[in-house]
């Protein structure tokens, strides 16, 4: 069990990240090859991520590389996913390359005694083998990660809506009660299932909230208290199905191409609805809205996700290019 303490400072410095973390998806995500776990929930990228791995000869450095350095178990190295990677993946691989030898040899210390480190693993820390690593890294993430960018930046964004309106209903308690079911507030303690037992004290440096694609089941936070609190925790993943439109072009009015109340229905999605506000805002029966949303959704142009007892629907990547390329003044 982690059980995370909160002061009045740390409440109101709490806040949830507006983009995923690259770092922290690719570790999360070479989790997902260790576990059938959730495998239902990633099938179709599990199927594409092993075909483009084969095709491109990175299996062989996917087995003897990343994946025994990042064990799916209670520890591995916090120096994988610095802070700065919040700034993109570029400034997080720079950091990787600058982390201090004698922190590397501590952390693989640390997985050592409790995971089990590969032989070669306190060669990190020399530079070469680092920049070797920072290759690796990147190449996997282009590989399997990145051409899922718009889909996984979709879910954040469901995500970060879910959460802002449990702030508007309930505050910061509101926030932290909804984080599902792995995560339990009892103010001022958050607690959740964890592969040890712990209790984290912010003392006032507050929580950022990472919503990641690839994590499934308990969060997760450095190993390091010393560090800059994070909780990366999962989205709530459903069975869904959706396919990619064609070209939809950006010259034709929203009205013609997809309707009149289509469109509305697009536009009231903007900054999240649910089934309900999407009827209110088009004028039309909730059955009527749900349909057309479901029309919206397996275009790719929205996303919808249960939120307690509401279905909440928001705009994926493509369907705000879609608004924007629509909106008249617009580029």
């Known amino acids: 069990m982690l059980r995370i303490h909160f002061t009045d400072a740390d409440l109101a410095r709490t806040r949830v990240a507006a983009v995923p973390d690259p770092l922290w998806e690719i570790c999360a995500s070479l989790h997902r090859f260790q576990s059938r776990q959730g495998?239902?929930?990633y099938a179709d990228w599990f199927r594409t991520a092993r075909t483009r791995l084969n095709a491109a000869g990175f299996a062989p450095t996917l087995r003897t590389l990343l994946l025994p350095l990042v064990p799916r178990a209670a520890y591995?190295?916090?120096f994988l996913t610095p802070p700065e990677a919040t700034e993109g993946l570029d400034a997080g691989l720079e950091a990787i390359l600058a982390t201090p030898k004698r922190r590397i040899l501590d952390e693989v210390g640390i997985l050592a005694r409790t995971s089990g480190a590969p032989a070669w693993a306190p060669s990190l820390a020399e530079s070469d083998m680092r920049k070797e690593l920072v290759q690796a890294m990147r190449a996997y993430h282009d590989t399997v990660i990145a051409p899922h960018s718009d889909h996984i930046q979709a879910r954040i964004e469901a995500e970060r809506s879910a959460r802002a309106r449990a702030m508007l209903n309930g505050g910061i308690d509101g926030v932290l009660q909804s984080l599902g079911p792995d995560l339990r507030w009892q103010r001022p303690i958050l607690h959740t299932v964890y592969p040890e037992d712990r209790d984290l004290h912010l003392n006032g440096r507050g929580l950022l909230l990472?919503?990641?694609y690839f994590c499934w089941g308990n969060p997760v936070t450095f190993g390091d208290t010393t560090l800059d609190p994070i909780l990366i925790y999962s989205l709530s993943h459903e069975p869904h199905h959706s396919a990619l439109?064609?070209?939809l072009g950006s010259g034709a009015s929203l009205k013609a191409l997809l309707?009149?109340?289509r469109a509305a229905v697009l536009r009231a999605a903007a900054t999240g609805a649910t089934t309900g506000e999407l009827a209110r805002a088009t004028g039309v029966s909730a059955s009527?809205?749900?349909?057309?949303a479901t029309a919206?959704?397996?275009a790719g142009l929205i996303t919808s996700h249960r939120h307690a007892a509401s279905v909440l629907h928001t705009l994926t990547p493509l369907g705000a290019a879609l608004l924007r390329a629509n909106t008249p003044g617009s580029p």
């Open 210 to 212: 990472v919503p990641s």
């Open 245 to 247: 439109p064609g070209d």
């Open 39 to 41: 495998r239902w929930a």
């Open 259 to 261: 309707g009149r109340t």
């Open 288 to 292: 009527s809205a749900s349909q057309h």
């Open 76 to 78: 591995f190295p916090d």
């Open 296 to 298: 919206l959704r397996d």
